[in-house]
């Protein structure tokens, strides 16, 4: 996974290098505050104590002594002052490397001067640190403030096993500084969690229709609930969430439901009303809606932790921490939409649901209920994929650079269409361009979130990767609308000669990629530019390909037949042998 949270954590760092024209060094610390602190850009440049950093914006030279930062937070009591060392690299082959262990001397040695209040630190280090310094003893003379101490890289491992316990023993155990390490792990999680606003709620089960069952990592409670409370459950009003007992449940039909509750569902509510989910609401609406838990599946939610009174107890309130419905998300929003239109039939005891509820904070498994627990609406390998952790970092990457990565079909509806990037034709054009298989992309789209999905979206695929194949579609579609335009100049046989180029996008995309290596150019987006300069030759000699093909066969469907088997790559690949 290295690359992977190489490239996802590398994207942030070169957007916040590009706004504020830094270096990728320099956009670290504010990459690394925002995740650990939550603070404006303007909080973390007043922050920033390193003498590099200073120079370069303009300050005084002098020692940081190892320490990068400073934030003081006076708002909280006691006060909390965090202090940051921070270490970047921009080479792959470093992130296995340790925390440079000899920082640990020097903030040893800054945090001795700095409790003892010793006046030489003022002198041996920057004015910036030096004030803060002076910031910290008025505080020291009033209260003890709360230290924290985070050393932050985007490598995998802390320091050393010696440095890491003489580091802990002489600052946590000594001066109470606490001492924690945000590395590559950490960030990633951040990342890929830090637009989720944890949903937490209260319901109500029904009599005493629930079941509990444990198994090492994860519980499960299979109960029964009235269907408006599973509204109400992910409504976006908090106060509405955490009433289990509302009197008046008219209030659902002017809320709206949490997005942040369907997160890890696989895909989004299909808002063009499939016939499962017409017929909800016509059962609903009619004299079998006591049938309804019957007739449904039930919803499937995992969450964080859930607890409800022992006992067998008559109708336990049920705590929910960090719901996500992972399944059932077409029948809550069926449901909400049969509600709003007709709340008369949902009194209590009409509309009842089965819900199973899993605790687990183990994303695996979470995933895989997801995935398995999905079959009401058929689910394709594309939805059940579109939780994937890689899938998730890609659209992370890609939004970092202005676009919108749709994991899911239709995510992004309301974008910017020439932003939207779709997951599957990616998965095409990868499948095609960097694993040789044109036909497979063109004919066998099945394989892509199946069982060539690790192979496609393996390691090695990146946003600049993505963004290579996207871009050069997106100019082969271009040229083929132009070329479409004038095919009907050409005399009828010269016409249907050329007319190969409507079905071609894909064995294009391979011959452009074999030529260029065989030119010497490095595949990447950086030399996009020298690679699309190879089209117009591409064309030519795939015309000739499929020209000569037709001869053969003596027939000319081939012209339209022919990119549904490998013929032409086995053409391709004959003129430019692999490897």
Known sequence: ????????????????????????????????????????????????????????????????????????????????????????????????????????????????????????LIKEVNPVLAGKVEQIWSIFSKVNPELRLYFCSNSYNRMVGEEYAAIKRDLESKRRVSVDFFLMDNMVSRLLLEDHVPVN?????????????????????????DARDLIRIVCRNEAIRNNPDPEDYSVLAYEDLDENAFKDNVRVYLKQRTKINQNIKNTVRSED?????????????????????????????????????????????????????????????????????????????????CEYTNSQNPVKSRDIKSIDYYQIGLEKQLAD???????????????????????ELVGQLLYAFFNGCPAEAKNKKRLIFGDSYDEIFSESITSE????????????????????????EFEEGERLKKSFILYADFYLLYLMRLKAEKDGVDISLGNLDDIWALYDECCDE????????????????????????????????????LG
């Open 542 to 577: 795939l015309e000739e390909m499929v020209h000569q093909e037709a001869i053969n066969h003596e027939s000319n469907s081939i012209y339209t037949g022919y990119f549904k088997n490998n013929r032409v790559k086995m053409k391709i690949e004959d003129k430019y042998p």
């Open 289 to 369: 809606r006591g049938k309804v838990f019957y007739f449904n599946n039930g919803i499937t939610i995992t969450c964080d932790s859930f607890n409800y009174p022992g006992g067998n107890r008559t109708s336990p309130i049920v705590d929910l921490q960090n719901l996500q419905i992972v399944n059932g998300c077409q029948t809550i929003n069926s449901l909400f939409e049969a509600y709003k239109e007709s709340p008369d039939c949902f009194e209590e005891g009409n509309v009842d649901l089965l819900c199973k509820i899993y605790q687990t904070v183990d994303k695996e498994l979470s995933t895989k209920i």
């Open 1 to 120: 996974m290295n690359l992977k949270d190489f490239s996802l954590v590398r994207e942030r760092i070169n957007k916040i290098a590009g706004d504020r024209g830094l270096k990728a060094s320099s956009a670290f610390y504010f990459f690394c505050m925002d995740l650990v602190l939550s603070i404006n850009d303007t909080e973390i440049e007043d922050s920033i104590t390193d003498t590099e950093y200073l120079l370069l914006t303009g300050g005084q030279s002098g020692k940081d002594k190892g320490v990068d930062a400073v934030y003081i937070d006076e708002d909280q009591n006691p006060p909390v002052i965090s202090f940051f060392n921070c270490k970047y690299t921009g080479k792959v082959d470093k992130l296995e490397n340790h925390f440079p262990s000899s920082e640990s001397t020097k903030v040893i040695d800054f945090f001795s001067k700095l409790l003892e209040q010793d006046i030489d």
């Open 401 to 423: 650079r202005g676009y919108w990565y749709e994991r899911k079909k239709n995510q992004f509806s309301d974008e910017d269409k020439e932003k939207r990037i779709d997951s």
């Open 465 to 488: 990767e993505v963004l290579l194949v996207w871009k050069l579609f997106k100019l082969i579609e271009f040229s083929k609308i132009e070329k479409r335009s004038i095919l009907k």
């Open 201 to 225: 709620a209260k319901i109500k089960a029904v009599g005493k229709h629930y079941f509990e069952k444990s198994d090492g990592n994860v519980k499960a409670l299979i109960a029964e609930f």
